[in-house]
């Protein structure tokens, strides 16, 4: 939580941290500035003293949302240091942040943070390191400070992120009562002029939905039919017509405009019917989702139930990436990922990586999914659940899971 | 141009460039993969030598817009890697680079590039630098390898950036058929039911109409009224109704979803009428406008223009940048931007920074302002333009210059 990161920084031995970047993709940056739109900031908490966000004048307003003390770049411009390091842009980068540095005792062991480009970060870190001397920078591998501190939602945020997942579950509704009020006509669903629908039109609808509910889709959408399901981030072909009888999967991540939160929710179906053989993949996926599900609960590690998830499927006969990391069919990816201002952050429900406890506040997919493209299909169902301060489970994706969707 | 990148390695001594990262962020990414949406790959790009993409295996179907080799991080499984190294996630992405590295013969001098949290960039670079002897980690300042080839734009980018430009421009002109669709009443311009029009909804018209051509908001659209509108990067309050006879920024800068390139373009205008002292205002932006667009040319610096845009306002009065860089009324940016596949790119029109002369396949956003908040208003005039090969200016921002919107 937010509130952890002064302790974070401690057990650290961080003395300040430094977050630079934009509002558009730095989520730590985000996280900081409450919803504040900023283009080039830098966001300075020193562990002893008062936070401050150096914004363009030009975005002066919107850096109140934040409720830190606001500074200008114009106060220190980049100009003037120009000027002293003979036109070199990075020497006069440098010389501001250590005036700015100097300004708000920003020295010690100093942890940078915000998305860069990753050799100019090096460069730039680099001589700041070697310009400084009171400065020692601390570039963290994973997890950082952040990392941490979002991993657990407060009660804030777990409000925002039930918001995002009512309005996603609603644009579900919508495409579903879409899909549905077409007629199907011998292999194919089809319009009013008896054209077949094109997955292109349900992808335009759907976009159209999400923008309705002030959703965007900063990743995209899968809408993906029959052997293009079977490759999870095929995001589906525009130009295909849908088809009766093959499985779709629908797998949709928006984020929220007004909080920045996401939400990530997928379900398989069939339109008009299901045939048999396929039926049953649905049941088995069905049947893990619903086996992990009741399982999944805090005080163990994530890893643990994707191992379960493994293990079931394996048990079913279906070939697994915990068995064999390199298979392309079967279950071939993790079980699930924390959400929240990222669609992927921690904690990962996978066997790579740490493998802490699922706690309070955590909010994670949980994802099964089963892929077989030379065969023509893929099944994936989804939820993102929270686990709530008792350790009860609040799942955010409140949307029925039917396997067939009846048409006209 | 993309065509321009073997001779630029050359001149900057690389014998490999690797763009790590994602295509929703990652413009560099995307630049080299055309067009393929990836959420975790890395490009290698040694100067002898064929590319090679290397991405998750459930993107690889993706991976092939690429036009490049494609090969999976599962041949190089990180959890192998994490057994080796104890869990130490960082060296195991060294050790697993190390060897895909040698396996493509990148070493020598090597550029990285992509965006990545900054530290963790600083972090992983000194610890690959440290491990691999025959390997020596260019951070590159700016502008690099990126911000030069992508800086000039060849014929297929400048058809695709002609495309969000018209999609873009359809957009205003359904906003505008929106606005002047309602009564005038009072100082007000009010719906069927006699309430005011409130921003917010003029707010949710734009996004779909966005939406419907397929375009997004990665940065969101500015859509600001008098006082709001004197603060350059306010969005515009969404409780706000709308006035008659107030300036209004209207600045929509969106992304074309299927090529990834932006287009820029504002209007201020007024609903059914101008004030005089408005309208003068008005002219005078206009005015400069016009100038700066009959004289820009190849052959000149960016920073000519700003400075030619700085004089034109300072003689009719207003304070500006160029003078005191300080200010905070007045003429208080720079003139323009490169745009493309970032919505700010080189070159910059601007006295910051480089002064290379402007030449053709530069596309860049034209946009003199003035601000001044307290008094209630801001003006601001905007086109996107191409210098084509021949030096002669495309216009890519095809819409009428109204002060203003009749309403009924």
């Known amino acids: 939580m937010r509130s952890d990161i002064p302790s974070l920084m401690t057990q650290r031995q961080l003395d300040a941290i430094v977050v630079y970047g934009d509002t558009d993709t730095s989520s730590d940056l985000v996280y900081l500035t409450r919803g504040a739109h900023l283009e080039r900031a830098m966001y300075l908490y020193p562990r002893q003293g008062d936070p401050v966000l150096y914004v363009s004048a030009l975005e002066r307003e919107n850096a109140l949302a934040a409720g830190v003390q606001v500074r200008l770049w114009s106060e220190q411009p980049l100009q003037r240091y120009l000027?002293?390091?003979?036109?070199?842009?990075?020497?006069?980068?440098?010389?501001?942040?250590?005036?700015?540095f100097a300004e708000h005792g920003v020295q010690g062991r100093v942890g940078f943070y915000g998305l860069q480009d990753m050799g100019y970060a090096y460069r730039l870190l680099s001589q700041l390191a070697a310009s400084i001397p009171e400065l020692t920078?601390?570039?963290?591998?994973?997890?950082?400070?952040?990392?941490?501190?979002?991993?657990?939602?407060?009660?804030?945020?777990?409000?925002?992120?039930?918001?995002?997942?009512?309005?996603?579950?609603?644009?579900?509704?919508?495409?579903?009562?879409?899909?549905?009020?077409?007629?199907?006509?011998?292999d194919y669903l089809v319009r009013a002029d008896g054209q077949p629908l094109s997955i292109g039109e349900v992808k335009a609808f759907i976009r159209l939905e999400l923008a309705r509910r002030n959703l965007e889709e900063t990743h995209g959408h899968i809408f993906s039919q029959g052997?293009?399901?079977?490759?999870?981030?095929?995001?589906?072909?525009?130009?295909?017509?849908?088809?009766?009888?093959?499985p779709i999967i629908f797998d949709i991540f928006p984020r929220d405009r007004a909080t920045g939160y996401f939400h990530d929710i997928t379900r398989t179906f069939f339109l008009g019917y299901a045939p048999d053989a396929l039926a049953q993949k649905w049941e088995d996926v069905k049947q893990v989702f619903d086996q992990v599900m009741a399982a999944i609960r805090v005080g163990e590690p994530g890893g643990t139930f994707q191992q379960m998830t493994c293990d079931l499927?394996?048990?079913?006969?279906?070939?697994?990436?915990?068995?064999?990391?390199q298979t392309t069919v079967g279950y071939i990816h993790s079980l699930g990922?924390?959400?929240?201002?990222?669609?992927?952050?921690?904690?990962?429900?996978?066997?790579?990586?740490?493998?802490?406890?699922?706690?309070?506040?955590?909010?994670?997919?949980?994802?099964?999914?089963?892929?077989?493209?030379?065969?023509?299909?893929?099944?994936?169902?989804?939820?993102?659940?929270?686990?709530?301060?008792?350790?009860?489970?609040?799942?955010?994706?409140?949307?029925?899971?039917?396997?067939?969707?009846?048409?006209?």
Chains 1, 2 share one sequence.
């Open 313 to 325: 499927f394996e048990a079913m006969g279906y070939p697994t990436v915990c068995s064999d990391p």
């Open 227 to 246: 052997r293009d399901a079977g490759v999870p981030h095929n995001a589906g072909r525009p130009e295909m017509p849908l088809r009766l009888g093959q």
């Open 137 to 186: 920078v601390v570039g963290e591998g994973s997890p950082n400070v952040f990392t941490q501190a979002r991993e657990t939602k407060d009660a804030e945020e777990l409000a925002m992120m039930q918001a995002v997942g009512r309005a996603t579950t609603q644009v579900i509704a919508q495409v579903f009562d879409f899909l549905s009020s077409h007629h199907g006509r011998g």
């Open 83 to 100: 000027q002293e390091t003979q036109g070199d842009m990075l020497a006069a980068r440098v010389a501001q942040w250590r005036d700015i």
């Open 337 to 408: 990922h924390g959400v929240g201002l990222d669609i992927h952050e921690a904690p990962r429900l996978s066997t790579v990586g740490r493998q802490t406890p699922l706690r309070p506040g955590h909010v994670v997919s949980v994802e099964p999914g089963l892929y077989f493209p030379d065969q023509g299909w893929g099944v994936r169902i989804e939820d993102t659940i929270a686990f709530q301060e008792d350790g009860s489970i609040r799942n955010l994706s409140q949307f029925p899971y039917d396997m067939v969707l009846p048409v006209k």
